[in-house]
């Protein structure tokens, strides 16, 4: 039996109880406890028996992130879950699982729609925008007018005149994104290096100034600040930004802009209010 002190032993005890032996092809039978056996989850994890009881009685030391992953999909733990064995088991976070998104879901999209006077978009690893509110279509790009493949931040940004005429300080403004994009892509880890380098061949054909900014190698954190738009109808615009990971999917990422002043605030809902006429 696990020991108190073994949070990782109780959890698995706790999740593998959970789980019908009939769901999973096992003979249900008569069991002195609920749920799948040790031996069961162990097959099913393709892990010996023998090491996967001694992860529930806290033996054996610590488990590989591998192992915690076999035990993940054994379990089929869902993506918080999963997250959680792993601050258990080691201590951190699983590595992000990158996986292509198509669209955000409808609740999501509520998220973003609760924020009238924010403009807000959701953006994958690669940087395409695959979410966004009437206030980023207004703002920034109407993102619903343009094929799927050019909803994409480095793609407007390196290889659309209009989109860089609204930067203030194009230069720094490329120089940011290149380095937060470098960021992203090595949290999105080497399940993602297919679609980067694919990419970022394409941004350097397009783009020599990309290509230069891709070489030097700079990686900044996207966090927080202040962004200057050149509006062709609104004017300056200084908006101030966050951004936030999307829970339960670390490779997505959201950024809010927010109004720097009650005066952009109006500009932006004069704006705003225009479009929809």
């Not at 989850?41 to 192992?67: D, F, M």
């Not at 979410?131 to 279509?137: F, L, M, S």
């Not at 966050?242 to 109006?266: C, H, K």
Request: hydrophobic content about 40%; some cysteine; aromatic content about 8%.
């Amino acid at each position: 039996m696990a020991s108190d002190h073994n949070a990782l032993g109780s959890y698995l005890r706790n999740r593998r109880t959970r789980l019908d032996p009939a769901v999973f092809g096992f003979a249900a039978g008569r069991r002195r406890t609920p749920g799948l056996r040790r031996e069961e989850v162990a097959q099913r994890a393709n892990i010996s028996a023998t090491w996967y009881t001694w992860l529930e009685q806290g033996r054996g030391g610590a488990p590989s992130a591998a192992v915690l992953d076999r035990i993940a999909k054994g379990l089929l733990l869902t993506e918080p879950e999963r997250e959680h064995l792993f601050m258990l088991g080691l201590g951190r976070p699983p590595e992000v699982r990158y996986t292509p998104a198509d669209g955000i879901t409808p609740r999501l999209q509520r998220v973003l729609d609760a924020m009238p006077l924010s403009p807000a978009i959701i953006k994958t690893a690669t940087w395409d925008v695959v979410g966004w509110n009437k206030a980023a279509a207004a703002l920034l790009t109407d993102y619903g007018k343009l094929p799927r493949e050019q909803r994409n931040i480095l793609r407007l940004l390196f290889g659309n005149a209009r989109k860089r005429a609204r930067q203030e300080d194009w230069s720094s403004v490329a120089r940011f994104v290149v380095g937060a994009f470098r960021a992203d892509v090595a949290r999105a880890g080497a399940v993602a290096t297919e679609d980067v380098s694919r990419l970022v061949d394409e941004l350097c054909q397009l783009s020599s100034e990309f290509a230069a900014l891709w070489r030097n190698n700079d990686v900044v954190a996207h966090g927080e600040g202040v962004k200057c738009i050149k509006h062709p109808e609104a004017g300056r615009l200084e908006m101030e930004f966050s951004s936030f990971t999307v829970e339960g999917r670390p490779d997505l990422g959201m950024i809010v802009y927010n109004p720097a002043t009650p005066q952009v605030a109006e500009r932006v809902r004069e704006l705003i209010e225009s479009k929809a006429d």
